[in-house]
């Protein structure tokens, strides 16, 4: 068990929908992290979370977003579903020492994953 | 050339043999790397890190080539039990554009049989 639990565990959307789902971060982790993972394929990172802002992202459209909360846990929403967003998203929490969002040093603790929400869209 | 990139297998061996896996990737920044074990329809879940001096635990031994830019794992007297895919992780390093967030492979797949 990592810690890290993230909920739904399964959620069944139509086209056009919206969806947030939600992870709560390892005791004395600050950062969040989400990945997509489709089927027979390797997680894809969707974006970083560090002290409330976002702190980087990767090659997702603008209809992913996220939030991260006073105590670190986090959500992530996506609007207007598209039927390719069906897959497991995982959240994985992690310790950043940096002084700040964006002043990133390239190394991170490692990260410990949750779960994952399966979301299916139909 | 994919940031990370490993042959996907499957690799089929008897319960016992030693396997390894091997891993390269593009960015010469990056400076962590960590083997990841995933099963079927579960999160991935850390197996071990990878250091320049090479580190080892229990069967488990991780190997980093910076120079070659170039990772592996070996897996010794294989059991049943580590059927499973192995992913390689990086980190995504300064110069790249996923700064500060781990880039994994598709995952090498390990089915041990008996």
């Known amino acids: 068990e990592t810690g890290v639990t993230q909920s739904p565990t399964h959620l069944i959307k139509t086209r056009g929908q919206q969806v947030t789902l939600r992870c709560s971060s390892q005791?004395?982790?600050?950062?969040v992290s989400w990945y997509q993972q489709a089927l027979g394929q390797g997680p894809q990172f969707i974006f970083q979370?560090?002290?409330?802002?976002?702190?980087g992202r990767g090659n997702f459209p603008p209809r992913f977003s996220g939030l991260q909360f006073p105590n670190y846990s986090s959500e992530l929403n996506v609007n207007a579903l598209e039927l390719d967003d069906s897959a497991l998203y995982l959240c994985?929490?992690?310790?950043?020492?940096?002084?700040?969002?964006?002043?990133?040093?390239?190394?991170?603790?490692?990260?410990?994953f949750g779960p994952g929400t399966r979301l299916l869209v139909l | 050339r994919k940031e990370v990139e490993q042959d996907p297998g499957p690799f089929n061996v008897p319960e016992g043999a030693t396997v390894a896996f091997n891993c390269t990737y593009s960015?010469?920044?990056?400076?962590?790397f960590f083997w990841y074990r995933q099963d079927c329809r579960k999160e991935p879940k850390l197996l071990m890190s990878?250091?320049?001096s090479g580190n080892e635990d229990g069967r488990f031994t991780a190997q980093l080539n910076r120079a070659s830019q170039y990772i592996s794992l070996l897996i010794r007297d294989s059991k049943l039990s580590d059927s499973a895919t192995y992913l390689c992780?990086?980190?995504?390093?300064?110069?790249?554009?996923?700064?500060?967030?781990?880039?994994f492979g598709k995952g090498t797949k390990l089915s041990v049989k008996p």
């Open positions: 960015n010469s920044a990056s400076q962590s």
């Open positions: 005791s004395g982790h600050n950062t």
């Open positions: 990878v250091y320049s």
């Open positions: 992780v990086v980190n995504g390093g300064k110069n790249g554009g996923s700064q500060g967030n781990l880039i």
């Open positions: 994985a929490s992690s310790f950043n020492s940096s002084i700040g969002p964006g002043d990133c040093t390239g190394v991170f603790e490692t990260q410990y």
């Open positions: 979370y560090y002290r409330e802002e976002e702190n």
